[in-house]
Protein backbone atom coordinates (compact mmCIF):
# COMPACT_ATOMS: atom_id res chain seq x y z
CA UNK A 1 0.00 0.00 0.00
CA UNK A 2 2.84 2.39 1.01
CA UNK A 3 4.47 1.65 -2.30
CA UNK A 4 1.42 2.40 -4.29
CA UNK A 5 -0.77 5.70 -4.90
CA UNK A 6 -1.98 5.56 -1.86
CA UNK A 7 1.28 6.14 -0.05
CA UNK A 8 0.76 9.81 -0.07
CA UNK A 9 -3.34 9.87 0.44
CA UNK A 10 -3.82 8.08 3.58
CA UNK A 11 -2.71 9.58 6.79
CA UNK A 12 -2.96 7.89 10.37
CA UNK A 13 -4.51 9.90 13.21
CA UNK A 14 -1.74 10.87 16.19
CA UNK A 15 -4.29 11.35 18.60
CA UNK A 16 -3.40 8.60 21.20
CA UNK A 17 -6.67 7.39 21.44
CA UNK A 18 -7.76 7.00 17.84
CA UNK A 19 -5.11 6.33 15.20
CA UNK A 20 -7.92 6.03 12.63
CA UNK A 21 -6.77 6.67 9.14
CA UNK A 22 -8.25 8.84 6.68
CA UNK A 23 -8.26 9.90 3.56
CA UNK A 24 -5.58 13.37 3.18
CA UNK A 25 -7.40 15.95 0.73
CA UNK A 26 -5.80 16.47 -2.55
CA UNK A 27 -3.75 19.75 -1.96
CA UNK A 28 -2.05 18.06 1.17
CA UNK A 29 -0.88 14.96 -0.67
CA UNK A 30 2.70 16.82 -1.99
CA UNK A 31 3.56 17.62 2.33
CA UNK A 32 5.40 15.45 4.38
CA UNK A 33 4.01 15.91 8.24
CA UNK A 34 6.98 14.93 9.95
CA UNK A 35 4.65 15.26 13.86
CA UNK A 36 1.85 13.45 11.94
CA UNK A 37 -1.79 15.09 11.45
CA UNK A 38 -5.14 14.46 13.17
CA UNK A 39 -7.81 13.42 11.76
CA UNK A 40 -10.52 16.38 13.11
CA UNK A 41 -9.70 19.37 15.23
CA UNK A 42 -11.23 18.06 17.90
CA UNK A 43 -8.43 15.49 18.64
CA UNK A 44 -5.69 18.35 17.84
CA UNK A 45 -7.42 20.25 20.17
CA UNK A 46 -7.63 16.98 22.58
CA UNK A 47 -3.67 16.13 22.22
CA UNK A 48 -2.71 19.49 22.92
CA UNK A 49 -4.93 19.55 26.26
CA UNK A 50 -3.01 16.44 27.64
CA UNK A 51 0.13 17.60 26.64
CA UNK A 52 -0.22 20.62 28.26
CA UNK A 53 -1.29 18.94 31.51
CA UNK A 54 0.91 16.69 31.62
CA UNK A 55 3.88 19.74 31.02
CA UNK A 56 2.41 21.52 33.86
CA UNK A 57 1.89 18.86 36.19
CA UNK A 58 5.15 17.59 35.76
CA UNK A 59 6.36 21.09 36.54
CA UNK A 60 4.63 21.49 39.58
CA UNK A 61 5.87 18.44 40.28
CA UNK A 62 9.53 19.09 40.01
CA UNK A 63 8.95 22.77 42.33
CA UNK A 64 7.33 20.66 45.13
CA UNK A 65 10.52 18.27 45.14
CA UNK A 66 12.47 21.00 45.22
CA UNK A 67 10.63 22.79 47.96
CA UNK A 68 10.54 19.37 49.81
CA UNK A 69 14.45 19.08 49.38
CA UNK A 70 14.62 22.45 50.85
CA UNK A 71 12.48 22.00 54.07
CA UNK A 72 13.76 18.48 54.54
CA UNK A 73 17.68 19.99 54.71
CA UNK A 74 16.32 22.62 57.54
CA UNK A 75 14.43 19.66 59.34
CA UNK A 76 17.33 17.13 59.26
CA UNK A 77 19.41 19.68 61.65
CA UNK A 78 16.98 18.92 64.40
CA UNK A 79 18.04 14.65 64.35
CA UNK A 80 14.06 13.11 63.99
CA UNK A 81 13.50 9.65 62.65
CA UNK A 82 12.14 9.30 59.18
CA UNK A 83 8.50 9.27 60.08
CA UNK A 84 8.34 12.87 62.57
CA UNK A 85 10.57 13.89 59.50
CA UNK A 86 7.96 13.15 56.58
CA UNK A 87 4.58 14.46 59.11
CA UNK A 88 6.74 18.09 59.54
CA UNK A 89 7.90 18.14 55.60
CA UNK A 90 3.95 17.42 55.15
CA UNK A 91 2.58 20.37 57.35
CA UNK A 92 5.29 22.97 55.71
CA UNK A 93 4.57 21.86 52.49
CA UNK A 94 1.03 22.36 52.51
CA UNK A 95 1.49 25.45 53.84
CA UNK A 96 3.67 26.38 51.03
CA UNK A 97 1.25 24.84 48.57
CA UNK A 98 -1.85 27.03 49.76
CA UNK A 99 -0.02 30.52 48.85
CA UNK A 100 1.23 28.95 45.35
CA UNK A 101 -1.12 30.54 42.91
CA UNK A 102 0.75 27.75 39.97
CA UNK A 103 -0.37 24.88 41.80
CA UNK A 104 -2.24 21.82 40.49
CA UNK A 105 -3.10 20.15 44.01
CA UNK A 106 -4.77 21.36 46.95
CA UNK A 107 -2.68 19.21 49.58
CA UNK A 108 -0.52 16.79 49.66
CA UNK A 109 0.07 13.65 52.08
CA UNK A 110 2.65 11.83 53.52
CA UNK A 111 2.10 9.45 51.01
CA UNK A 112 3.14 11.20 48.25
CA UNK A 113 6.49 12.20 50.07
CA UNK A 114 6.73 8.36 50.35
CA UNK A 115 6.58 8.33 47.08
CA UNK A 116 8.88 10.78 45.96
CA UNK A 117 11.45 10.11 48.74
CA UNK A 118 14.14 9.00 46.77
CA UNK A 119 13.50 12.28 44.76
CA UNK A 120 13.46 14.47 47.44
CA UNK A 121 16.66 12.77 49.10
CA UNK A 122 18.71 12.96 46.13
CA UNK A 123 17.79 16.67 45.65
CA UNK A 124 18.65 17.30 49.40
CA UNK A 125 21.83 15.80 48.43
CA UNK A 126 22.67 18.41 45.74
CA UNK A 127 21.72 20.92 47.95
CA UNK A 128 24.04 20.00 50.92
CA UNK A 129 26.87 20.05 48.15
CA UNK A 130 26.28 23.35 47.13
CA UNK A 131 26.34 25.38 49.87
Same mark, same amino acid.
Given at each position: ?5 ? !??? %? ?5 ? &?? !? ?7 ? $?? $???? =? ?18 ? +? @? ?6 ? $?? %? =?????? /? ?8 ? +? /???? @???? +? ?6 ? &??? @?????? %?????? @?? *??? +? %?? &?? &????? *???
Amino acid at each position: MLFSGL !GRR %IAKCRYR &KC !GRYFLLKPN $RR $RQLY =ENGLFCCIQHNRAESATVSV +E @TRRGAATD $RL %I =ESAARE /ALRLSRNPKN +E /AELK @TALV +ERLNVKLA &KDP @TRTRDE %IKSNWV @TR *HWK +E %IE &KR &KGELS *HAN
